[in-house]
T-cell receptor, first 116, second 113 residues
């Protein structure tokens, strides 16, 4: 069974500092991987996804993530944090077996706090 | 474009009561999903549907039923609500199979007392 582990339930950075949110996956085959962001009292919005094309994936709002098969990781980064980045971030993995629905398995989330 | 719309947004139920959450999507998506979100547990799949008239169990289906009578709608029912079903419920939809982007609604906050 596939699973996702997000290291750190809370991360705090200063405005302008590097953002690094960690995600490791467990899967018998290279999966599809996603990062979603959730702002307070809202639904989830897709930041970026990896579907076996380029290993470095660029998303919205200046975020990017790199798929590293050897490390089974898909960490999310942003060079310079902005106050508006404060939110909860979820890493998710999807089954790649042909013909299956896009059922996502989510990590437990990382709440990003951005301070002045 | 409304995307994925959930009703109601907030509801308080007494233990044993029943209710239905309605999800509607206007993107002509084949696949629809119901997730629940609980603190420290991320989102967990309750049930999903791969097309009109079909449903399947997800990770945590017990205590819930679903129906997909129309392609654009996916209903989640609680026949006899329990306090353990206090949660935030998210409906989602996607166009195609695995790898396609899943679009989420804004959530329905349910409290069972």
């Amino acid at each position: 069974a596939q699973s996702v582990t997000q290291l750190g339930s809370h991360v705090s950075v200063s405005e302008g500092a590097l953002v690094l949110l960690r995600c490791n996956y467990s899967s018998s085959v290279p999966p599809y991987l996603f990062w979603y962001v959730q702002y307070p009292n809202q639904g989830l919005q897709l930041l970026l996804k990896y579907t076996s094309a380029a290993t470095l994936v660029k998303g919205i709002n200046g975020f990017e993530a790199e798929f590293k098969k050897s490390e089974t990781s898909f960490h999310l980064t942003k060079p310079s944090a902005h106050m508006s980045d404060a939110a909860e971030y979820f890493c998710a993995v999807s089954d790649v077996r042909t013909g299956t629905a896009s059922k996502l398995t989510f990590g437990t989330g990382t709440r990003l706090q951005v301070t002045l | 474009n409304a995307g994925v719309t959930q009703t109601p947004k907030f509801r308080v139920l007494k233990t044993g009561q029943s209710m239905t959450l309605l999800c509607a999507q206007d993107m002509n998506h084949e696949y629809m999903y119901w997730y629940r979100q609980d603190p420290g547990m991320g989102l967990r799949l309750i049930h999903y549907s791969v097309g009109e008239g079909t449903t399947a169990k997800g990770e945590v289906p017990d205590g819930y039923n679903v129906s997909r009578l129309k392609k654009q709608n996916f209903l989640l029912g609680l026949e006899s609500a329990a306090p353990s079903q206090t949660s935030v419920y998210f409906c989602a939809s996607s166009y195609g199979l695995n790898g396609n982007t899943i679009y989420f609604g804004e959530g329905s906050w349910l409290t069972v007392v």
